[in-house]
């Protein structure tokens, strides 16, 4: 039972009532009425016999159900709380990793290091990668912390200080599996096959599907655009008339999940490169052709023409619609299969591809490379205009994680130009000796 008293300090009107938390006493409740404070502190008491009763028989397992239950609902306000995709991530982690290989008898009071340590053994065993397992194992911090906050723990205790990076016993041999996978980039070469595959302008008759892939393709490779990015893109965003064309990334669109950016530096302005002018300049024709006598405010809709219904393109078809160009290109192979859900439809299976399950993250990393290899040449390319075109704060993500590929030319010719640059910058010779 909590611990608990009451006193009247000395020239007080109030009666005040103490509660020990962290063993310290602190004042919960006071009134004038040394009754009403009696009760309250009855109140207190068997509320903590309760908690205690629960605690007793409350599984990690069961704590954690209600903490991930617990994000979804802070998601759902839309003002505050932090965005509902991201806050998803916990109940995914229960569904998929904690209630099928937790043990379910370990209590919310038994989780120590070394289970967590244990688990972690676990989902290798099942099939998770290093950085899954490190992913899973590090909320349990961050349910515990929850966990703390209803009063059911007095603290997280040495979980506090857990890292599987701290932890011997679970560092790969192979240091690159606590790694992320790098996204492998689209090369120039490739960039112009693919950009030719979706011309208009290199197709006999384009219908409008023709034209919507082509402005979402070019928009990609200029911009270096996120999927949320273009999904959540409206008109009024873009400023085709104005002397200097721009772009303003207001809104994303993750699912039907509406939000204001992935991170600081997301919401941004940049200037449209003029061959992307002239493309979506194009594409407003064709789309306001296309929907007239309506007005339709996103930039890449369905094309149905059921106006109650038209949503913004499906992140779903954005991905299709390219790995069918890559199979064509040969950067990728695809299959189709008969829904299971529908067997009159069929769906799209990438059998491999060279830039992975998410075809379009490439061309961030592409843009990213393009900008920061021209800074050399192009002296307006400054650090902040480069990270604010990508929408970051710093040069260092911008450099570190996006532009450090060394692929972004893969022509002879440009491969023999770095060569005599080599040459150039290191001139040491055979058979001789030149000190000049």
Not at 15 to 26: A, I, N, P, R, S
Request: hydrophobic residues 35%; proline residues 3%; aromatic residues 10%.
């Amino acid at each position: 039972m909590t611990r608990t008293k009451i006193s009247k300090p000395k020239g007080s009107r109030f009666y005040k009532l103490f509660v020990e938390q962290d063993g310290k006493y602190k004042i919960v409740f006071k009134s004038e009425s040394k009754q009403a404070v009696k009760h309250k502190r009855k109140e207190i008491q068997i509320n903590s016999v309760d908690k205690a009763a629960l605690l007793n028989k409350m599984t990690f397992v069961e704590l954690y159900k209600q903490f991930a239950l617990h994000k979804i609902e802070v998601g759902k306000n839309e003002k505050l709380g932090g965005k509902l995709y991201s806050l998803k991530v916990y109940l995914g982690h229960y569904k998929k990793w904690i209630a099928p290989h937790f043990n379910n008898k370990i209590l919310l009071t038994e989780v120590t290091k070394k289970v967590a340590k244990d688990f972690f053994i676990k989902l290798l065993d099942n099939g998770a990668s290093w950085i899954t397992a490190e992913n899973v194992v590090m909320t349990f911090k961050t349910a515990l912390k929850y966990a703390v906050d209803e009063q059911y723990i007095s603290s997280i205790g040495p979980m506090d200080s857990f890292s599987p990076k701290k932890e011997e016993e679970l560092i790969p041999t192979d240091p690159t599996k606590m790694k992320y996978k790098k996204t492998t980039m689209i090369s120039l070469q490739e960039a112009h096959r693919l950009f030719r595959y979706f011309d208009t302008q290199l197709k006999k008759n384009p219908t409008i599907t023709d034209k919507r892939n082509f402005a979402i393709v070019a928009i990609f490779l200029f911009c270096g655009m996120r999927m949320s990015e273009v999904r959540g893109l409206k008109w009024n965003a873009i400023n085709l008339g104005s002397k200097i064309p721009t772009i303003t990334i207001k809104h994303t669109l993750v699912g039907s999940d509406e939000g204001y950016g992935k991170a600081d530096g997301s919401r941004r302005t940049f200037i449209i490169h003029p061959v992307l002018l002239e493309i979506l300049k194009e594409w407003k024709a064709a789309h306001t052709k296309h929907f007239t006598p309506h007005k339709i405010t996103w930039v890449f809709p369905s094309l149905t023409k059921t106006i109650e219904w038209i949503v913004p393109v499906h992140d779903r078809t954005i991905r299709d619609m390219l790995n069918v160009a890559y199979d064509a290109l040969g950067y990728a192979e695809i299959e189709h299969k008969v829904d299971r859900c529908n067997p009159s439809k069929t769906r799209l299976v990438v059998k491999w591809s060279k830039f992975g399950l998410a075809p379009t993250k490439t061309f961030r990393h592409f843009a990213a490379t393009a900008l920061l290899a021209g800074q050399n040449s192009n002296k307006e390319l400054t650090d902040k205009f480069v990270t604010n075109y990508i929408g970051h704060t710093n040069k260092k993500v911008t450099e570190g994680i996006y532009g450090d590929h060394t692929n972004l030319n893969t022509s002879l010719e440009y491969a023999a130009k770095e060569l005599q640059a080599l040459v150039n910058a290191i001139p040491l010779r055979r058979g001789g000796y030149n000190e000049n």
